[in-house]
């Protein structure tokens, strides 16, 4: 995850107001206003699973608890990561990595 929200991060520095973006699949074309509120619901979303993780959960529970709920409408069918699968990516990638220290932004 990190490292798609260090790219997000970048791509919106260096988008204005102007900019079009033009994604790889799935959404439709955005501007940076809307790569902000992607970017933001990514993190939330990580911080969420994070969280319920240290408090031991395990990915069955995480999935009952919905960490993305207010997002799943908007964003929860998206075609590159249905919640489903980015629940249990951003699941397994902490625990593959325990260690690895949370960017929140």
């Not at 408090?55 to 409408?73: C, Q």
């Amino acid at each position: 995850m990190k490292g798609i929200i260090q790219a997000l991060d970048q791509a919106i520095t260096l988008a204005n107001s102007e900019t079009k973006i033009i994604p790889g699949h799935g959404m439709d074309i955005v501007g940076r206003k809307e790569l902000i509120e992607f970017r933001d619901m990514i993190v939330t979303i990580r911080d969420r699973v994070y969280a319920m993780i240290e408090e031991g959960m395990v990915l069955d529970v995480v999935m009952e608890n919905a960490p993305s709920k207010d997002f799943d409408a908007k964003w929860g069918q998206e075609a590159g990561w249905p919640t489903v699968n980015f629940i249990s990516i951003v699941f397994h990638e902490s625990v593959a990595n325990p260690d690895t220290e949370v960017n929140r932004n």
